[in-house]
């Protein structure tokens, strides 16, 4: 674990968080401030920064990512109205997590381009 990332605590379950999904590489739970009806964080279990950090070396890992956030969708029973999948990566996208995590927006209709 990264020193004192928020996210690893939640990933190894030392905070406590609403899990809806998870395996041996990926978890997912309820963002604690939703900006949808449904909105949940998909992150790797492993710490990584950010989309930024990723190497060849993940690339399963990445696969992982999406194909959870698009289980979570059907969970969520969101995956046939359409959601929206977020990345925010460093200052300018107001990342602020620095661990690699995929929001699972939906729920609601949704406008383009996002602020
Ligand atoms: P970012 O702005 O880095 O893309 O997204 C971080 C997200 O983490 C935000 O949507 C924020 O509401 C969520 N978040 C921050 N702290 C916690 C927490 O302790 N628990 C949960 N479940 N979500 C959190
Ligand atoms: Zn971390």
């Not at 604690?32 to 710490?47: F, T």
């Not at 070396?57 to 999948?85: C, F, N, P, T």
């Amino acid at each position: 674990m990264a020193n004192n990332c928020l996210f690893c605590k939640i990933a190894d379950g030392s905070i406590k968080s609403d899990i809806v999904y998870s395996n041996d590489h990926v978890v997912a739970f309820r963002d604690i401030n939703p900006q949808a009806p449904v909105h949940v964080l998909v992150i790797p279990r492993r710490h990584l920064e950010n989309a930024t950090a990723v190497l060849p070396e993940d690339d399963a890992m990445v696969a992982e990512l999406l194909r959870a956030a698009a289980e979570v969708a059907r969970q969520e029973g969101i995956a046939g109205s359409g959601y929206r999948l977020v990345i925010n990566n460093g200052p300018d996208a107001e990342q602020s997590v620095p661990h690699l995590h995929v929001h699972v927006l939906g729920g609601r209709p949704m406008s383009w381009p996002p602020g």
